[in-house]
């Protein structure tokens, strides 16, 4: 850690800006002049996207987040902002890019998976990272993870072929083993001396006790944050 980095932001850099480190340049190639899009532009993979997409020029960076977060989400780099619960954001990216997007993150899975994979520009890449689309309602339903599983596109590599597109997954979480000795430190090097140029901003939206992790989930759950949520052992419970 550079002397000037606290421990929050230590906390709060290595999953979200190594995640988006490996898919706009490891596997997403991003190139100057092109486009992408990034749903949960406010969280704190989104706000890692928004800042890293700066270190190529003229990239045009589409997000997607509730309207009040809109504000923050422009002043960290998005050029064009889509309230994706008011308005559908495939129809008001093509009214934009009628060719589609060349590098799309998505995090969503379900049916909204097919619908990126039609937004992928020819010659784009989709970069698979998460399924937030199995979690609807307040508790767990193994309906809801049944029929995201199940709408999210099995595609033949036959079909890439016919649309020369790609689709690749990114998943930290595996790549702590094997290769990852390759591909990480020197992705963390940069993201350390982006930080000493003042690029990397770490968006921390709140630091909780351990004995409030309940407050801390529900955080997340109600999709209250904007940027990371963080447990600190020297931060004092609330009083209930
Ligand atoms: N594969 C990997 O290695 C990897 C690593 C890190 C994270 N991830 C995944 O990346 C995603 C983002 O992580 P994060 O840490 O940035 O999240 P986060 O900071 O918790 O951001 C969550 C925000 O995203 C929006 N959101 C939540 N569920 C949504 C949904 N179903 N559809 C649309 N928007 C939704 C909400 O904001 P609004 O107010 O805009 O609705 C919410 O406040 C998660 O799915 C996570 O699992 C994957």
């Not at 009628?98 to 097919?114: M, S, W």
């Not at 049944?146 to 930290?172: C, E, F, I, Q, Y």
């Not at 993201?191 to 955080?219: C, L, M, Q």
Request: hydrophobic letters at 35%.
């Amino acid at each position: 850690m550079p002397d000037s980095m606290s421990f929050e932001e230590g906390a709060a850099i290595p999953v979200n800006y190594l995640t988006t480190y490996v898919m706009l340049f490891n596997f997403g190639n991003l190139q100057e002049g092109q486009s992408v899009l990034c749903h949960m532009a406010a969280g704190g993979v989104g706000y890692a996207v928004g800042q890293l997409c700066r270190t190529v020029p003229k990239v045009t960076l589409y997000g997607t987040c509730s309207a009040g977060k809109h504000e923050g989400a422009k002043e960290n780099g998005y050029t064009h902002l889509i309230d994706y619960r008011t308005q559908d954001y495939v129809n008001e990216i093509r009214k934009l890019e009628p060719e589609g997007i060349d590098l799309v993150l998505d995090p969503l899975g379900g049916t909204e998976n097919k619908r990126n994979y039609d937004l992928t520009k020819t010659f784009g890449r989709q970069i698979v990272y998460g399924s937030a689309n199995i979690v609807t309602g307040g508790s767990r339903s193994l309906m809801s993870i049944a029929k995201t599983w199940w709408n999210t596109s099995g595609r033949s590599p036959l079909d890439l072929m016919a649309d020369n597109k790609m689709v690749g997954g990114v998943h930290l979480g595996h790549l702590f083993t094997g290769y990852y000795k390759k591909i990480l430190p020197p992705a963390f090097s940069d993201i350390v001396r982006w930080y000493n140029d003042g690029i990397v901003k770490p968006k921390i939206d709140s630091v909780h006790a351990f004995e409030d992790f309940t407050d801390a989930f529900r955080r997340i759950h109600e999709r209250k944050n904007v940027g990371k949520v963080l447990f600190s052992p020297t931060k004092s419970p609330n009083s209930k």
